[in-house]
């Protein structure tokens, strides 16, 4: 999920907002309720990085493309559901990105990861094939 266009810049605002994510990912480790309200400052953050990079992207097209929304998207889910499989994120971006960019060989190729994926997490939950 590189983005070839950008220069690296630790003026950017989206770089400190990252470090503030593994900042607060890192301290979400411990089983406290410490661990809860780090949670929810993670979450916060990731809302407000990806609200922040939708307003300064009004077009969708970008907005789904740009692969910070996606680093925001996945630590919201990744707080609120953590057994969600961190690979998927980079699936769903190459699959928009390929759907966007007309290359639909490599939309079939992000439905088949993510198929598998989405499968295996749910075959892990007992959420598929139950044997009884």
């Given at each position: 999920?590189?983005?070839?266009?950008?220069?690296?810049?630790?003026?950017?605002?989206?770089?400190?907002?990252?470090?503030?994510?593994?900042?607060?990912?890192?301290?979400?480790?411990?089983?406290?309720?410490?661990t809860?309200?780090?949670?929810?400052?993670?979450?916060?953050i990731?809302?407000?990085?990806?609200?922040?990079?939708?307003?300064?992207?009004?077009?969708?097209?970008a907005?789904l493309?740009?692969?910070?929304?996606?680093?925001?998207?996945?630590?919201?889910?990744?707080?609120?559901?953590?057994?969600?499989p961190?690979?998927?994120?980079?699936?769903?971006?190459?699959?928009?990105?390929?759907?966007?960019?007309?290359?639909?060989?490599?939309?079939?190729?992000?439905?088949?990861?993510?198929?598998?994926?989405?499968?295996?997490?749910?075959?892990t939950?007992?959420?598929?094939?139950?044997?009884?």
């Open positions: 999920m590189s983005n070839n266009n950008v220069k690296f810049s630790t003026q950017s605002t989206n770089f400190w907002l990252n470090v503030a994510l593994l900042v607060g990912g890192l301290f979400a480790l411990s089983a406290d309720v410490v809860n309200v780090f949670a929810a400052g993670v979450s916060i990731a809302f407000v990085g990806a609200f922040r990079s939708l307003v300064q992207k009004p077009d969708l097209r907005w493309t740009d692969a910070n929304t996606w680093v925001y998207l996945a630590n919201i889910l990744l707080v609120l559901i953590p057994s969600i961190v690979d998927m994120f980079r699936h769903m971006y190459d699959f928009f990105v390929s759907l966007l960019g007309k290359d639909y060989q490599g939309v079939i190729l992000a439905l088949f990861s993510l198929t598998n994926i989405v499968l295996r997490w749910l075959g939950k007992g959420l598929l094939f139950n044997k009884k």
